[in-house]
T-cell receptor
Framework: KNQVEQSPQSLIILEGKNCTLQCNYTVSPFSNLRWYKQDTGRGPVSLTIMTFSENTKSNGRYTATLDADTKQSSLHITASQLSDSASYICVVSEGSGTYKYIFGTGTRLKVLA | GAVVSQHPSRVICKSGTSVKIECRSLDFQATTMFWYRQFPKQSLMLMATSNEGSKATYEQGVEKDKFLINHASLTLSTLTVTSAHPEDSSFYIC??????????????FGPGTRLTVL
């Protein structure tokens, strides 16, 4: 069964600190993996996208990694800001032609001043 | 970048009434649009996939007669929640994909619609 699991479920950090979110998937065939940020009451906004051959992708203070062999990905946030408080969702796209998105359960991040 | 809008952003209705939610792709043509539902502290759950000019494909457990989807043009899809009940209260999010050769699989998400049924 195609699944995407994320950890931790929630996380609280102090402003300025770094953090790393984890994503494990069992989606096959694999097309690509994306990380989204979703503010409360808003739609998801894309942060990064990685294909099978890419190991790392950065977007400002966000850096995503992908290990296609172990089917794991991480999202590292550097020097966190209050505005980083949101849910972060890992999404894997199936490579079967339908390109269906398989959503992770999300990690709720709270950054405190 | 590609922009998807939804209207209304929030709606409150009485039990038994119908509610229509619009999803528009503002600067691209969306061959395929998706409708998701999201309950508090949960991730997005796909309800249905609609291709322009054809009937929507519903996910298992989603009642097609209750959640009517129309994708009449390449820039507009509508979701109508018929005879809404309090358990239909949720956050509804649409996404749009360009489709076609070389367009990739990227879905652009709308801002969501908060539905509250009293």
């Amino acid at each position: 069964k195609n699944q995407v699991e994320q950890s931790p479920q929630s996380l609280i950090i102090l402003e300025g600190k770094n953090c790393t979110l984890q994503c494990n998937y069992t989606v096959s065939p694999f097309s690509n993996l994306r990380w989204y940020k979703q503010d409360t009451g808003r739609g998801p906004v894309s942060l990064t996208i990685m294909t099978f051959s890419e190991n790392t992708k950065s977007n400002g203070r966000y850096t995503a990694t992908l290990d296609a062999d172990t089917k794991q990905s991480s999202l590292h946030i550097t020097a966190s800001q209050l505005s980083d408080s949101a849910s972060y969702i890992c999404v894997v796209s199936e490579g079967s032609g339908t390109y269906k998105y398989i959503f992770g359960t999300g990690t709720r991040l709270k950054v405190l001043a | 970048g590609a922009v998807v809008s939804q209207h209304p952003s929030r709606v409150i209705c009485k039990s038994g009434t119908s509610v229509k939610i619009e999803c528009r792709s503002l600067d691209f043509q969306a061959t395929t649009m998706f409708w998701y539902r999201q309950f508090p502290k949960q991730s997005l759950m796909l309800m249905a996939t609609s291709n322009e000019g054809s009937k929507a494909t519903y996910e298992q457990g989603v009642e097609k007669d209750k959640f009517l989807i129309n994708h009449a043009s390449l820039t507009l899809s509508t979701l109508t929640v018929t005879s809404a009940h309090p358990e239909d209260s949720s956050f509804y999010i649409c996404s749009a994909r360009e489709g076609g050769q070389g367009r990739g699989d990227t879905q652009y998400f709308g801002p969501g619609t908060r539905l509250t049924v009293l």
